[in-house]
């Protein structure tokens, strides 16, 4: 058989503008897809309209643009892909792959946010409406080798709750509709940060019940602010400046452990790419997560 060929992808929430964290994740996507001559795609994870906007779509477009990241295929956004996780859901359904969760917010809270395991087991196939549906996990330990991280394993079912696939509110899910999507783009390889690290075996089990065969996955350490905390909407991290891109580049790479000269700071977004193209080691990516202004540390 030949070898599989490499397609990658960037898949943000729009849940605000770019910044220096979700830049780290979109170079490092960027270079192992580039190494593996490979195909880059950006995916707009847009599912929930109560925390996202357009607006936060734009401004990452634009960034995107300006750090001269540029997919090879059109941008795929998943609000417009809703018919497609219908009918998925509708088949894991009727296959008792999912389930209507019957549980009352007052279990939920008295369970710390985890439902009931009668709730599991009675696996109601025709959730009334405003049920959230649950995907339902099974026993199995999920074992993968994380191409940064190496060998894997997570008894999911004892560690995670059934994940929600429909929300009460009527809205799609992050679990299914980035694996739906996985698949039906053929991304072979999904590179993203580590703390998304305990979603992989859910999804894989996801994976499974639509026959599809698993990506390989690299998960890169978080990048953390003073306080320690992920650079993230909540901790609010500021967004890039886009005038400053072939620095915010050129950080970004130390931030992956990759060391671009220093005059490359000064460069023009194209120049620290092109460098990174060429000089891009996954070997010296750090394993743990990076301080923003740290020098990496293995
Ligand atoms: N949309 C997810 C996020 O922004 C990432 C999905 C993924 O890379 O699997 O956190």
Redesign the pocket.
């Known amino acids: 058989m030949p070898p599989l060929a490499y397609r990658g992808?960037?898949?943000?929430?729009p849940?605000g503008p770019l910044h220096f964290g979700?830049l780290v994740?979109a170079l490092a996507s960027y270079l192992e897809a580039r190494q593996h001559q490979g195909t880059w795609l950006v995916r707009i994870?847009d599912l929930d309209p109560l925390r996202e906007s357009s607006t936060a779509t734009d401004q990452i477009l634009a960034s995107l643009e300006a750090h001269q990241l540029r997919p090879d295929e059109p941008v795929r956004f998943q609000s417009q892909r809703s018919e497609a996780y219908q009918s998925a859901i509708d088949q894991l359904l009727s296959r008792g792959h999912a389930y209507g969760c019957a549980c009352s917010r007052k279990e939920l809270r008295a369970l710390g946010g985890h439902h009931t395991a009668a709730c599991h087991e009675r696996r109601l196939a025709h959730p009334t409406p405003g049920q959230a549906i649950r995907f339902a996990l099974n026993d199995d330990i999920a074992h993968w080798d994380d191409q940064l991280l190496g060998p894997q394993t997570l008894a999911v079912r004892a560690e995670v709750d059934d994940p929600v696939i429909l929300r009460k509110e009527g809205f799609f899910a992050?679990q299914l509709a980035?694996v739906l999507d996985?698949i039906d783009q053929g991304i072979s390889h999904?590179v993203?940060?580590s703390?998304?690290l305990d979603?992989t075996g859910q999804?894989q089990q996801i994976f499974r019940s639509f026959s599809a065969t698993y990506p390989r996955w690299l998960h890169i350490p978080v990048i953390l602010n003073e306080q320690g905390q992920k650079l993230s909407k909540q901790t609010h991290a500021p967004a890039l400046n886009n005038d400053h891109a072939g620095l915010n580049l050129f950080r970004a790479l130390k931030a992956l452990g990759q060391q671009p000269p220093a005059h490359l700071s000064q460069g023009e977004p194209g120049r620290v790419l092109d460098w990174a193209c060429t000089h891009w080691r996954r070997e010296r990516v750090p394993l743990r997560p990076q301080r923003e202004n740290d020098p990496p540390e293995h």
Not at 9 to 13: D, E, V
């Open positions: 992808r960037f898949a943000p929430s849940t979700s994740t994870e992050y980035v996985d999904i993203r940060g703390d998304l979603t999804q």
